[in-house]
């Protein structure tokens, strides 16, 4: 703010709306102010790389990272001078200046503004919660991976952080994990994936069909008995292996199987770099129907940071039953999923960006999710299955799905399967996987469609899957090496 504009004193205003000194609320009062209608055609492109904008974009950073508020007046003299335009320019200075408090963004943070990087550690928002303005501004951990030219909607165009309205908020709950949950990952190294499929055959399941008011239903539980040992020799196989976040699939959590999982809980052991382990999912609770809950856990401390609730139940379709070789058959087809279905997704912030949690049918129905995700900005999906397994040859409704959340959302999506379905059906092994990890690649290619993908397999039921590349030759998938790596995620960034 230079002297002279910060003596004259007085509250400013553009449209009649006063405007802040806070530079994330003044961001979010601009943005908001702003005309969607600029960035539907080329106007809002033909304002980028302006003289006149970029020379008020440095001016506005300038003041914002010297002295930590927003000029205001010289905002109002753009708005005179240049109208919307002006409101641009602002915006593009603020969206720059608030680059520094962004944790995903590798700047550091000027001194001036560590009270909103204060906020965004106390709060989950850049903007002030008690301040003028609604929903909440946070910092850009993630970027649409589709191919862009140039911008193509309002957001496109900030780099640093994105607005997330009220209406965002639908069906969605915002928290944080605590700075012990996440304190521990690097900030460029990647962050290796531990996922065990635990269950290895029908054998490890047990089946109901219940029929409620002459419809049909099925459940699906896990055997307590037959996992117990499996879960042990899986927590060393995490601990031994260097995983930083275990993955476990659907259909491998009961409540005995979480108080057994407790007793490896709530320790640090030596040489251990577990972080996160995602306990599977599962019937939970008490009630009937009771939640498919998936479960995320802390494993120093043991505390549950991350539960979520099945929101879409799988319909099993007439003769699935058959073509799964199911040890038992429903008395009428098709038979929908037995659960409490829930209705909220969690999105948290974290170290290593903003995590979401999915299981199987969800991933696939994505109208109640996919634009508020988009809107949060999510960068990391985690999506425990029960289904055949993944295939690398022949794109399924599973890897379509993760690729999809790469392309318009940008998140990182970590697809975690079991050995059950697949041990009863016949398929080729050599293309039979039960992880998949997509994500991002960067920096980004000028191919569409193009996403990191790393397949990777189980051998049995405790071990971790590792990767397992194709011949570069013939394209088949080589035998898996025993020293093949685990597969990988990057953390969340800006990069464009």
Request: hydrophobic share 35%.
């Amino acid at each position: 703010m230079n002297e002279s504009m910060s003596a004259s004193g007085g509250k400013h205003s553009i449209k009649g709306i006063v405007l802040p000194a806070d530079p994330a609320d003044l961001f979010v009062v601009l943005y908001d102010l702003l005309p969607d209608r600029h960035f539907r055609g080329l106007r809002a492109n033909e304002w980028q790389g302006d003289e006149a904008v970029d020379q008020l974009a440095e001016e506005v950073c300038e003041d914002v990272r010297s002295f930590g508020d927003a000029d205001t007046a010289h905002v109002e003299q753009a708005f005179d001078q240049y109208g919307d335009q002006g409101i641009f320019a602002a915006l593009i200075g603020l969206d720059e200046a608030l680059g520094v408090v962004n944790p995903f963004g590798g700047a550091r943070c000027a001194s001036a503004l560590t009270k909103i990087a204060r906020r965004y550690n106390e709060k989950n928002q850049l903007n002030d919660p008690e301040g003028p303005t609604t929903g909440k501004l946070l910092p850009r951990c993630a970027r649409p991976g589709k191919l862009l030219v140039q911008p193509t909607g309002k957001p496109d165009f900030f780099k640093q952080v994105h607005r997330v309205t009220e209406d965002n908020f639908r069906n969605v709950r915002h928290m944080s994990f605590k700075q012990r949950n996440g304190a521990h990952f690097s900030g460029k190294k990647a962050i290796p994936i531990g996922s065990a499929p635990l269950l290895e055959s029908y054998e490890d399941l047990m089946f109901d069909f219940p029929e409620v008011d002459g419809k049909t239903f099925y459940k699906v539980s896990p055997r307590d008995e037959r996992l117990c040992d499996r879960i042990d020799h899986v927590v060393k196989n995490l601990d031994d292996s260097g995983a930083e976040i275990g993955v476990m699939p659907e259909g491998s959590l009961s409540n005995g199987l979480m108080d057994h999982w407790a007793t490896h809980l709530g320790t640090d052991p030596e040489g251990s770099r577990l972080r996160w382990v995602l306990l599977g999912t599962g019937p939970l609770g008490e009630g009937d129907p009771r939640p498919n809950r998936a479960v995320m856990v802390d494993r120093s401390t043991g505390e549950t940071i991350l539960t979520h609730d099945k929101m879409h139940g799988f319909t099993m379709g007439k003769g699935q039953a058959d073509r799964w070789r199911l040890p038992d058959r429903p008395r009428h087809e098709a038979a929908a999923e037995y659960l409490e279905r829930g209705d909220i997704v969690t999105v948290a912030e974290t170290a290593i960006g903003r995590v979401a949690v999915l299981i199987c049918e969800d991933i696939k129905q994505s109208t109640d999710w996919e634009a508020a995700l988009r809107a949060f900005g999510v960068s990391h999906l985690f999506v425990p299955l029960l289904s055949s397994p993944i295939s690398r040859k022949f794109p399924r409704w599973d890897r379509l799905a993760a690729e999809r959340c790469v392309e318009v959302i940008g998140a990182w999506v970590i697809l975690a399967n079991s050995l059950a379905v697949g041990a009863h059906i016949k398929l080729p092994p050599d293309n039979c996987f039960n992880v998949l990890v997509v994500g991002p690649r960067l920096p980004r290619s000028l191919d569409n469609g193009d996403c990191v993908a790393q397949f990777a397999r189980s051998e049995n039921g405790t071990e971790l899957a590792r990767v397992v590349e194709p011949d570069r030759e013939s394209g088949a998938m080589r035998r898996r090496p025993e020293d093949a790596p685990l597969p990988t995620i990057g953390r969340g960034g800006t990069a464009p």
